[in-house]
């Protein structure tokens, strides 16, 4: 049997998700995770409840009036996934494409538009990285979906809500993907209610530090939720995150703390960098910088020498520079990058 030959014909063009490399032993600064790691009441409930695992997840109610109560909106406004990545999936099933995102931004959404079989237009950012709503509509053309990330990964910049409203204001179906919300401060959560063509998509990965448990959710009028619900899969989320995120949800107190120190590591990140290279300032956990006249791949590999991983991503199309990413750590994890750094 020729396997290609029964395949959907554009599966085999599409490149494959590349995740931050992790290394045993190393410091990982390379996926922008919260390295401090949960609430020691995530902890406790994945202990209680892991001799639970031959029931079927049953807590998602319970879990949809949690995080409804944390965001400021109804049960009716939330659906939970298997991270914010099946989420996307979820809405690209539901809603008629084209497609359509800006470049450089989260590598998901071209991939799964391409998976599902619909076109993907990216539409690149200003030189210096910065989101122009009118040039951005006018790439898009006659995209029906629109994603727009806030912060933007890769780069740590926030959209201006003046410019996410120009683009929710064209009556398309616009993702607003606010997976370092938390970092950032900066929500378009409130502006649903009167605007029922807007996703916003959060996740529990970042600041809850929940990302090996695989928990994200949508935000947006209970119409576009109900369609949502009909395309997910039963049970997609499971029982150990169920409990996860409802006990992180119930020490908000523990997340700030540790995203307060997320937010100073990220300052002494930028300014271990600033003193050799070009990053960008960021409203994420992470920085994103131009390492030239060293490749990304040479600078990666002088970390690796102290047993640090960064996330490299080399040359982007249309902007000059060679690009890595790097996430804040812990304070200790950041001492031993800046010190690394300085003997670059």
Known sequence: MNVRERMRPWIGEISNYVPGEYREGYVKLASNENN?????KVVEALRQWSGRTQIYPYR???????????????KENIVCG????????????????PNAGSYPSFAEYPIVSRINGEKYTPVKLEDDFAFNAEKFLAGAGDCNLMFLCTPNNPTGLSIPEGEIMKVVESGKIVVVDEAYYE??????????RDN?????????????????????????DPEVIEALLKVKPPFNVNTLAEAAAIAALDDIEYME????????GKEAIYKALKGKFKPLESDSNFVFADVTPMTSEEFAE?????RITVRRFGKLEGYPGDYVRVNAGTEEENMKFAEAL???
């Open 257 to 264: 703390e540790t995203v307060k120190k997320v937010k100073l």
């Open 196 to 220: 029922p063509n807007m996703i916003v998509l959060r996740t529990m990965a970042k600041s809850f530090a929940l990302a090996g448990l695989r928990i994200g959710y949508a935000v947006a």
């Open 183 to 192: 970092f950032s401060g900066k929500t378009v959560v409130g502006r649903i």
């Open 36 to 40: 401090y790691g949960p609430s020691p």
């Open 82 to 97: 298997n991270g914010s990545d099946e989420l996307i999936d979820l809405v690209v099933k539901a809603f008629k494409g």
């Open 60 to 74: 998602g109610e319970e879990l949809r009036e949690k995080l409804a109560e944390y965001v400021g909106v109804k």
């Open 302 to 306: 002088k970390l690796l020498e102290a």
């Open 342 to 344: 300085s003997k670059m």
